[in-house]
């Protein structure tokens, strides 16, 4: 059984950072893209940033400069560094998991979520 394990969230002032991990069991997941959405309150859930087997890596433009993804397949893990965080990256954040890194921008396609994690930024 696949699971989706992340840590990392919390409570930050704006300017501030944080990151986010990701863990994955129950299967190997070195060709798998991995990724990042986040739900905010009364918001669709939005694709953040996601990285291939391979390394290749794609985030959404509101996040670039500001958020790094990267991942450790000897662990299976993902990480998000987040910094200059603004209240505006408040969310619920999610970890995905897909086969089809042409897709992972997409939510209908992922094929495991992970439970999310609460980020919360103040002013």
């Known amino acids: 059984q696949v699971q989706l394990i992340e840590s990392g969230g919390g409570l930050v002032q704006a300017g501030g950072s944080l990151r986010l991990s990701c863990t994955a069991s129950?299967?190997?997941?070195?060709?798998?893209?991995m990724g990042w959405f986040r739900q905010a309150p009364g918001k669709e859930r939005e694709f953040v940033a996601a990285?291939?087997?391979?390394?290749?890596?794609v985030d959404v433009d509101s996040v670039e400069g500001r958020f790094t993804i990267s991942r450790d397949n000897a662990k299976n893990t993902v990480y998000l560094q987040m910094t200059s965080l603004k209240p505006e990256d408040t969310a619920v954040y999610y970890c995905?998991?897909?086969?089809?890194?042409?897709?992972?921008?997409?939510?209908?396609?992922?094929?495991?979520w992970g439970k999310g994690t609460l980020v919360t930024v103040s002013s």
């Open positions: 990285i291939s087997g391979s390394g290749t890596t």
């Open positions: 129950g299967s190997t997941f070195t060709y798998y893209a």
């Open positions: 995905a998991v897909t086969s089809n890194w042409y897709k992972i921008t997409a939510a209908r396609t992922i094929d495991y």
